[in-house]
Each structure stands twice: as structure tokens, then as C-alpha cells.
């Protein structure tokens, strides 16, 4: 789902050296080092910033609260995190990632020292080259001057989160947790009386309360047509109840949509190829079957334009980390991962409906339900 993030992130941005300890970082950036030494690369640049951190936060737990960071992979085996924020903000950025070296990027000098590192001429790895920013990029090159030249790194990434490690699944239970409670916050405050937007904030203030870092929400003031973010706007009650949210905690994601009083024939359809989908992953049918279909039983009804057609994909440190499941996906679903799905229809006169749920796929085969919407 697409939603709007905070300009500044709110919360404890910390490394937690017990849930995710050194050791899980090692092996992940071993990914990267690995890479270097087959592409004869002299370094890696992973590029994140507050909107999208999933990489960067992979390899270095780093997530940036305001505008940009990047982490810095030489192949001598100097690594060093470099942060858009001022020098004294530093001490507290170093809480945030077992590495030691962290360096405010408004000092570009520390950049330029890095580059010294990498000998003469060369390659230089990057993750994220499509999302660096071009003033950012362009002081790259300027800093490379003409020695270096980029090397899109994304098939790195692609390899190293081929499937989720059990620590991470650990965390994103918690998440669910967060989201499950946040979810059930926001059906309350509904219940309640509350307008669209007061029952949304009741599920953010829900979340806040259990340690979460992030919360975006979506609302539907034309019962279920169409989600959009918080305005400000307290005077609405629809119908009925279809919203969406969020929650990351330690820098995953767990979502759910909500949703009380659709139309029995529209909550019935999107409930039905939901539990297609359920049903589809426990017997470890491929992502291209799963969407075919979970899209028979929605055939009555126009699929639900927000889901953009497809019918979710794997969630962890992005909301979405993967292609989604939709009739032209290649590959199936791995085992001991966690999936967001969602399934929804629309009618012009009645409505939208939209069913989700969150599932880990177990190793032995069969899932775990998370979070659900619209089964019951």
C-alpha cells in the first residue's frame, strides 16, 4: 500500500544487540564482501533514507530518521556508516548500528576519506540506485572524480534476502503483535461512535503505546471506494468501516487492513479469495496459481482499484520486500517467511471490501495466521 511517511521518525531507534545480535550481521554483510571479491569491486555504497531503509537497515540495522544515510563497504574491510545530520547528533546515531564507525554525511569530508581508501581507479557496488537523490549522487561523482565509475549492486540485495532468517521472523511476530492490537484499537474507537479519523488515531496511539516506530495509516470516508491518508478531517463517518494500517517495530513491518459493516456480498467475495489465497500458500502452490485463483472468487466484482492488482507479497523491513503475487509472478513462496496478504472487490453503489492477513510460512509446511481482516 502506498501511504505517507513522517518527515521526522518518532520513537527508540536502537540496535538491539539481543534480538538481532553481531553475529546475524556478520552473515548478512559477508553478502556484500562476497560481492566485492567476485566483482573485483574496490567498495559498496547502500543507500537509504527516512522514507525507504529496507537495505540499508539489512546490512547495517542503520534506519535514518530524517532524510538520508549510507553505509560504506570497502574492500580493505573498512565499514562505516555515513548520516545526513549534524556531528552532534552522532552519539546518539551510534546506538543505532553495530558499526563503530559513524560520520555525519553534512561533513563530506568523511566521504572523501573513504574514497582514499579504495585505491586509484575501480568499480564501486551501489544498493539503492534508484533511490538516491541526484544532488546526493552527483556529489558522489563529484568525490569519485572520474576514477570511479557505479555499478548497480540490487542483485546483492536480491540474494541476500532470498528468504527471511529466523531472527527476523522473531521480530516481525512481535510487529504482528503491535499490528493485531493497533488494528483492534481502531475496530474499538469504531465501535465507539468515533469518526473515520479519531478511530484511526486510536489505532496509532495504540501502536505508539507498544513501542512501535512507525505508523501509517489509510481511511475510507466513501465506504470502502477509495483509502487515503490522514487529513485532519473530523467529521466523517461512512457507512461503513475500511481503513488500513501499518506499524514497524526494529525496523519491520507488520500491517493489517480493518473493516466492520461492508455489504455481506461484497465481505463475502473478498473473504472467499483471501481464504483461496490461505489455503493456496499451505499447500505451497506458486504465486502466479495463488493470484488466478484468488481472482475466480472475485469474478462477480471488480477487483478493488487500491490494491493496484495483485494480491500482496513478502513484508519485513518494507512493507513490501518482494514482487507480488499476480498472475505474471515467477516463483512461489518460501518457507519460514512472512507474507502480507490481501484480497478486495469494489462496486460502484455499494462499496469496496478488502480481507487481509499476515501469515509465516512454516518450515514443515502449513502457516501461521499473524493478523486477520475480514475472514470472520
Known sequence: MQTVHPSIMLGSYIWDEERLPRDEFDIRTKFITDAIEENGWAGLIVFGDAREHGALAFFTSFIPRMRWAI???????????????????????????????????????????????????????????DQITPLLLEQVQNSFAGKFRLADAGAV???????????????????????????????????????????????????????????????????????????????????HLVGYIAVKYLGYWADSFVQIGAPASLSAASAAALQSLLEGIGEGKDFATLAAEARGKLSAFQPHTALQG???????LSVRESEGIRSNAKGGPNTGTVYSLRAGVLDPQAGGSIASAMIATKRGGGIDVLVSCGLD
Not at 558499526?99 to 554525511?105: E, F, H, L
Not at 569530508?109 to 573513504?114: A, G, L, P, S, V
Open 310 to 316: 495483485d494480491f500482496g507479497g513478502r513484508i519485513g
Open 71 to 129: 553505509g560504506l563497504f570497502a574492500a580493505n574491510g573498512d565499514q562505516r556508516v555515513l548520516a545526513s545530520m549534524s556531528s552532534r547528533d552522532i552519539p546518539a546515531m551510534r546506538t543505532m548500528t553495530m558499526i563503530d564507525n559513524v560520520k555525519s554525511g553534512w561533513e563530506w569530508k568523511w566521504f572523501d576519506e573513504w574514497v582514499g581508501l579504495l585505491g586509484g581507479s575501480g568499480t564501486v557496488g551501489i544498493i539503492g540506485m
Open 157 to 239: 540485495l536480491t540474494r541476500a534476502r532470498d528468504r527471511q532468517r529466523p531472527r527476523e521472523v522473531a521480530v516481525i511476530r512481535e510487529a504482528a503483535e503491535i499490528a493485531n492490537a493497533a488494528k483492534s484499537a481502531f475496530e474499538d474507537a469504531w465501535n465507539g461512535g468515533a469518526d473515520i479519523e479519531h478511530a484511526a488515531l486510536a489505532g496509532e496511539r495504540m501502536a505508539r503505546q507498544m513501542a512501535a516506530h512507525d505508523i501509517r495509516t489509510l481511511v475510507s470516508r466513501d465506504n470502502g471506494r477509495t483509502l487515503q491518508p490522514y487529513r485532519a478531517r473530523f467529521d466523517d463517518r461512512p457507512d
